[in-house]
Every structure is written in C-alpha cells, then in structure tokens.
Nanobody, 127 residues
Framework: QVQLVESGGGLVQAGDSLRLSCAAS????????MGWFRQAPGKERDFVAI????????FYAESVKERFTISRDNAQKMVFLQMNSLSPDDTAVYYC????????????????????WGQGTQVTVSS
C-alpha cells in the first residue's frame, strides 16, 4: 500500500513563495507518475502539476505555469512543488497524488486518474 504525506503548507502573503513536499512509501518510485492537485472551499479538486517517474517530463495547469515547479528525488522518495509569486487565488488544500506510470502524462490530469492520495496541506495566501 502506497502512503503519501504532504508538508510545507502555511499562511503567506501575496507575492511570497512556498515549497511543498510529499514523502512517499514506494518500493519503486520511478514506476509512479506523481501529481499535485488543489481544492479550494466549495470547489472541485483541480490539477496543478504532474511529473513522470524518472522526472524527465513535467506538465502544468495554465494557471500555475511559469510560477510553480514540480520536481522529485527518487532516492529520497520525495516530490516537491515550488510555488512562487503566490496570489490569493492559490489558496487551497494541496494534495499529492500517485499513479502507476503511463505516458503521455498530459492525458492524466483528472483526479480520477490517480490511485493514491495524501491527506493534504493547507496553503493560505493573504492579499
């Protein structure tokens, strides 16, 4: 059973940066594509970013492109989301997700595509 644990959320001001981390319990991390999703109050869970098992390819939602960067360290079984130039619209609970790797990753941007989820970490951006 895969377990995912997010950390790094918090309360920041508009324009600030945050780095989210996700610790995974994979035995073979390179076999899993990893994603970040977010859910604001009263809204659906939305795709943010995904990365292939070897970290060679990434794909972003238009709303975060150029501001957020997803990365991974398979040796440490960690996935990261560097978030820059945060705005109040980025306020949400951020979730780490994993799925057995399938390509192309651009096809897998729905939350229903992912089998494993963390508990989420709250990010609040004040204006």
């Amino acid at each position: 059973q895969v377990q995912l644990v997010e950390s790094g959320g918090g309360l920041v001001q508009a324009g600030d940066s945050l780095r989210l981390s996700c610790a995974a319990s994979f035995s073979s991390p390179a076999s899993y594509g990893m994603g970040w999703f977010r859910q604001a109050p009263g809204k659906e869970r939305d795709f943010v970013a995904i990365i292939t098992g070897n970290g060679g390819r990434t794909f972003y939602a238009e709303s975060v492109k150029e501001r957020f960067t997803i990365s991974r360290d398979n040796a440490q079984k960690m996935v990261f989301l560097q978030m820059n130039s945060l705005s109040p619209d980025d306020t949400a609970v951020y979730y780490c997700a994993a799925r057995p790797e399938l390509l192309p990753i651009e096809l897998f941007t729905s939350s229903s595509d992912y089998s494993y989820w963390g508990q989420g970490t709250q990010v609040t951006v004040s204006s």
